[in-house]
Every structure is written in structure tokens, then in C-alpha cells.
T-cell receptor
Framework: DTEVTQTPKHLVMGMTNKKSLKCEQH?????MYWYKQKAKKPPELMFV???????INESVPSRFSPECPNSSLLNLHLHALQPEDSALYLC??????????????FGPGTRLLVL | DQQVKQNSPSLSVQEGRISILNCDYT??????FLWYKKYPAEGPTFLIS?????DKNEDGRFTVFLNKSAKHLSLHIVPSQPGDSAVYFC????????????FGGGTRLMVKP
């Protein structure tokens, strides 16, 4: 089983709203990732959690706030977003072995529209 | 500077024929390469990978070839099917990037019935 689930599938929010995206995996993976993908572009890394600790923040604006409550769950809290933040938000996970050469498995994504 | 490049933004192939998608990289420290398939508004689906210690990996209709000296990899799909129509991303990891993936820009494959 290589399934990563994400909710909601679609989200429309105003610029003053607060919302959260959720991601879950039950593969025992210890690394989890948030990516942002715009149309016709490759996924762009936002955050990496390794063993439930934030290990990489790719200079993401503070209006995006990640959280890893446990090894299976990853959240992305959204507040005061801008219309240009509209995109497909992807979650991924991998084993996080020290030797590298890992495959990341992606969820189906949340299509976010900011009005 | 793009470290992973897919120079063909699109490719059109007849059903039943071979599809060949190409990818070039510049970072000689990359040691693991992956291909993902993506339908619109869905997450990328992992297809096949290859380690730098190999030059070929095969899984059903999909074969990935790695030419380390040329820093080039290719994905062969034989025979191509209409359901293969999607955007294909190659990605690389290793070296200073560790497990982080560096993606190419993608190639849109259209398989005509």
C-alpha cells in the first residue's frame, strides 16, 4: 500500500479566512513533505518534516504554517492568503532512510482557490 | 539554473508504438532518478526509478535507461496506450540535496488511438 490521503479535495477561501489542509499516510514513513504546484509547472517544495520535526522550510511566507501532530499526520494551516497562492497543494511521504535513494509517494492534492 | 531538464514539452505518439521521454541533468552527485506520471488536478504517481549503480530498470511496459557519462535518462513505454496520456516528470536526488527531489519541467505525452 502506497497511499497518501489528503483532505479536502477542493477548497475555496477568502483572503481573511483561516483553513487547514490535512494529509495522512499509514506506510510507516518518517518523512513528510508539502509541495505547491502551479499549472504546467513541476511541484515546488515548501516544507519537510523528518521524524515529526521540521527540517526544511523553503523560505515559505508565514501565512503558511505546517504542523506534524504525529508520524502519520501532516497539516498545513492557512491564514490571510493571497490570490496568487491559488494552486494544487500536494503532500508526499518517504521512509527517511539515512542511505537516501528514496521514493516519495504523493497524495492526490488539494486544489485551493483564494478569492 | 535548472539541474534537471526535460527539453521536450510535449510528445505525440500513435497507440501501440513506443514512447520515449528524455531527461538531462547537470549535477553529477545525483544518484537516484525517478519518473512520475501526472493527470490534471491529481497528485504525481510514482512510475519507476533507477539507482546510479544501474543503467536499466524495467517494470512491465516501462523501462528507464540511465547514461551516467552523458547525464541523461530516458523512459520508454512500449506499447503506448491512450491511458498513458499524461504529463511525465523526471526527478533526481542525491549528493547535497539528500532525499530532496529536483524535478524537470515535465513532458506532456499524448497517445492517439
Amino acid at each position: 500500500d502506497t497511499e497518501v490521503t489528503q483532505t479536502p479535495k477542493h477548497l475555496v477561501m477568502g483572503m481573511t479566512n483561516k483553513k487547514s489542509l490535512k494529509c495522512e499516510q499509514h506506510m510507516g514513513h518518517r518523512a513528510m513533505y508539502w509541495y505547491k504546484q502551479k499549472a504546467k509547472k513541476p511541484p515546488e517544495l515548501m516544507f519537510v518534516y523528518s521524524y515529526e520535526k521540521l527540517s526544511i522550510n523553503e523560505s515559505v511566507p508565514s501565512r503558511f504554517s505546517p504542523e506534524c501532530p504525529n508520524s502519520s499526520l501532516l497539516n498545513l494551516h492557512l491564514h490571510a492568503l493571497q490570490p496568487e497562492d491559488s494552486a494544487l497543494y500536494l503532500c508526499a511521504s518517504s521512509q527517511d532512510r539515512r542511505g537516501g535513494r528514496e521514493t516519495q509517494y504523493f497524495g492526490p492534492g488539494t486544489r485551493l482557490l483564494v478569492l | 539554473d535548472q539541474q534537471v531538464k526535460q527539453n521536450s514539452p510535449s510528445l505525440s505518439v500513435q497507440e501501440g508504438r513506443i514512447s520515449i521521454l528524455n531527461c538531462d541533468y547537470t549535477n553529477s552527485m545525483f544518484d537516484y532518478f525517478l519518473w512520475y506520471k501526472k493527470y490534471p488536478a491529481e497528485g504525481p504517481t510514482f512510475l519507476i526509478s533507477i539507482s546510479s549503480i544501474k543503467d536499466k530498470n524495467e517494470d512491465g511496459r516501462f523501462t528507464v535507461f540511465l547514461n551516467k557519462s552523458a547525464k541523461h535518462l530516458s523512459l520508454h513505454i512500449v506499447p503506448s496506450q491512450p491511458g498513458d496520456s499524461a504529463v511525465y516528470f523526471c526527478a533526481a536526488s542525491g549528493g547535497n540535496a539528500g532525499n530532496m527531489l529536483t524535478f524537470g519541467g515535465g513532458t506532456r505525452l499524448m497517445v492517439k488511438p
